[in-house]
């Protein structure tokens, strides 16, 4: 009897890296210089996104087989998801400093609300005074502005233009309308 001839061994992760060497690094070279480019990635040094990929080629290496595609593939498809996994993970890294930026301005005092741009704490008489000089140029606006400020107590501009069919260019005008006429008087930065 023949005994069956022997497998072909698959070689290492170790072999394969060595093997490819200038592929993989010409190839994540390439993808790190992308990802630094992100939004995401402002600040962040190429070298250390490189070494993120080069960590989970290294990981993924043992997984490849060479019935199921080619290595040069294996490594392209491997190097892309981790790509976009470094870009979902900072994107929500992002999101969540949003989150909480959101969170710390909701639980400031209502009094200290808006010292950001220039409105301080004010005692119940300015706050009067406010409300009367805001009415003030409120009633100088045109009918059309007046309704649109109602309208905009309501509903933000892209729900009021959904909701209503009304252009939301026109909605910006007139906003823009509105805060000319509250510059103009001097309570801009109410609006």
């Given at each position: 009897?023949?005994?069956?001839?022997?497998?072909?061994?698959?070689?290492?992760?170790?072999?394969?890296?060595?093997?490819?060497?200038?592929?993989?690094?010409?190839?994540?070279?390439?993808?790190?210089?992308?990802l630094v480019?992100?939004?995401?990635?402002?600040?962040?040094?190429?070298?250390?996104?490189?070494?993120?990929?080069?960590?989970?080629?290294?990981?993924?290496?043992?997984?490849?087989?060479?019935?199921?595609?080619?290595?040069?593939?294996?490594?392209?498809?491997?190097?892309?998801?981790?790509?976009?996994?470094?870009?979902?993970?900072?994107?929500?890294?992002?999101?969540?400093?949003?989150?909480?930026?959101?969170?710390?301005?909701?639980?400031?005092?209502?009094?200290?609300?808006?010292?950001?741009?220039?409105?301080?704490?004010?005692?119940?008489?300015?706050?009067?005074?406010?409300?009367?000089?805001?009415?003030?140029?409120?009633?100088?606006?045109?009918?059309?502005?007046q309704e649109?400020?109602?309208?905009?107590?309501?509903?933000?501009?892209?729900?009021?233009?959904?909701?209503?069919?009304?252009?939301?260019?026109?909605?910006?005008?007139?906003?823009?309308?509105?805060?000319?006429?509250?510059?103009?008087?001097?309570?801009?930065?109410?609006?």
């Amino acid at each position: 009897m023949c005994d069956p001839p022997p497998l072909p061994s698959r070689p290492t992760p170790g072999e394969l890296f060595s093997k490819h060497r200038e592929f993989i690094y010409g190839l994540i070279h390439s993808k790190a210089q992308q990802l630094v480019r992100r939004p995401e990635f402002r600040g962040e040094a190429a070298a250390d996104l490189a070494q993120d990929l080069i960590c989970d080629v290294w990981a993924r290496l043992p997984k490849y087989d060479p019935e199921r595609a080619e290595l040069t593939t294996f490594l392209f498809r491997v190097i892309e998801r981790e790509c976009a996994d470094l870009v979902a993970k900072a994107s929500a890294a992002k999101r969540s400093a949003r989150k909480r930026e959101a969170l710390l301005e909701t639980c400031v005092d209502a009094r200290c609300r808006g010292a950001h741009r220039g409105i301080h704490a004010r005692d119940d008489q300015r706050d009067a005074d406010l409300r009367l000089d805001v009415g003030a140029v409120l009633e100088l606006l045109s009918p059309h502005l007046q309704e649109r400020c109602r309208q905009l107590l309501l509903q933000s501009p892209a729900r009021l233009s959904k909701s209503r069919g009304i252009p939301i260019g026109a909605i910006r005008d007139d906003i823009a309308r509105i805060r000319k006429h509250f510059e103009e008087r001097g309570l801009g930065v109410y609006v």
